[in-house]
């Protein structure tokens, strides 16, 4: 049995990150974290679009409509993997205001995240990853259950169908996400 970790993601940033516009996630972490907070304790994820009102006002761009809340037993479709390519901890905030042109969220949003304290995190800091995605080849379904639910990243999902790393297809090219990748890292001062 192969392990299947997904990571909780708004919708609309799930959709920035499947069609290559955004390739960084920034985390502060949720409030169901535990003791020591949020890390990205994984190296490869599902990414699992969460349906948090009030995501469109948090974000620069995107279209995006409101769904209802999930609901036991609807119908899940898991469209895209992540792999980490690295993970670091930002303390300095004109190194995180720098990777704005980087993701969709607001810099309010972004701001809010950094200078919360709680759950392991101090004011000041917030957890930011590269990481490089891939679309399956055929959506992943099953049904939505309540351990899925609550304010964390990281939830166990259901066991992957055979197969399923064939013919993932990353959606941003080899030489591109390596200009990506160069950038980031110069922007963040090669930290």
Do not use: N
């Not at 609807?74 to 300095?92: G, M, P, Y």
């Amino acid at each position: 049995m192969e392990k299947a970790i997904g990571f909780k993601e708004w919708q609309v940033v799930c959709d920035a990150l499947s069609s290559g516009r955004q390739s960084l996630i920034l985390r502060k972490g949720g409030i169901h974290e535990g003791r020591d907070g949020f890390s990205f304790a994984e190296e490869e994820f599902f990414l699992f679009p969460t349906r948090f009102h009030g995501q469109a006002g948090r974000v620069t761009e995107g279209r995006f409509q409101e769904p209802a809340d999930w609901q036991v037993g609807e119908t899940v479709k898991i469209k895209h993997f992540a792999e980490v390519c690295w993970a670091r901890t930002l303390e300095d905030w004109e190194q995180v205001r720098a990777l704005e042109d980087y993701h969709i969220w607001t810099e309010e949003t972004i701001r809010e995240r950094f200078f919360w304290a709680g759950k392991g995190m101090e004011s000041g800091s917030i957890h930011v990853a590269l990481v490089r995605v891939a679309a399956l080849s055929r959506a992943w379904q099953f049904q939505y259950e309540s351990g899925f639910g609550g304010c964390r990243s990281w939830i166990r999902l259901p066991e992957p169908p055979v197969g399923w790393r064939e013919g993932l297809q990353t959606v941003i090219g080899d030489d591109a996400f390596a200009t990506l990748s160069e950038r980031v890292d110069s922007l963040l001062g090669g930290c």
